[in-house]
């Protein structure tokens, strides 16, 4: 029993946002969700999909220091960008546990050994 690997594939599904300010409406992701499809490496035929949703960091402080010199307006942004931000965000193992343990369980995660 181990943590599997898997393929992942990824689709655009959506944003979070917010205002930067009260007195500035300039709309600021703060959080992205994207489709993740994985297929077990080791069984193409375990497959599972689901939309993940992960925040972005950093993005309060816009508020008080200011918009970075790369900010992507709202309008501007593309599905590409979004999928990036999402994977820069969450490790590929923590994706692997993830789901391995949808697929086949928390004891193929982490087996229990002793019950002492």
């Not at 069984?43 to 992960?54: P, V």
Request: charged fraction near 25%.
């Amino acid at each position: 029993m181990a943590v599997h690997t898997f393929n992942y594939t990824y689709t655009y599904v959506g944003v979070k946002t917010m205002p930067r300010s009260l007195e500035d409406d300039t709309q600021i992701v703060r959080e992205v969700c994207v489709e993740v499809k994985a297929v077990d490496k080791a069984d193409a035929t375990k497959t599972l999909t689901e939309n993940m949703y992960s925040p972005l960091e950093d993005v309060y402080s816009y508020k008080h220091e200011g918009l970075p010199e790369n900010f992507i307006d709202v309008a501007d942004l593309t599905h590409a960008k979004v999928i990036e931000w999402y994977q820069n965000t969450v490790e590929t193992t923590d994706l692997d546990i993830y789901f391995t343990w949808q697929l086949y369980g928390a004891e193929e995660v982490a087996p229990i050994n002793d019950l002492g």
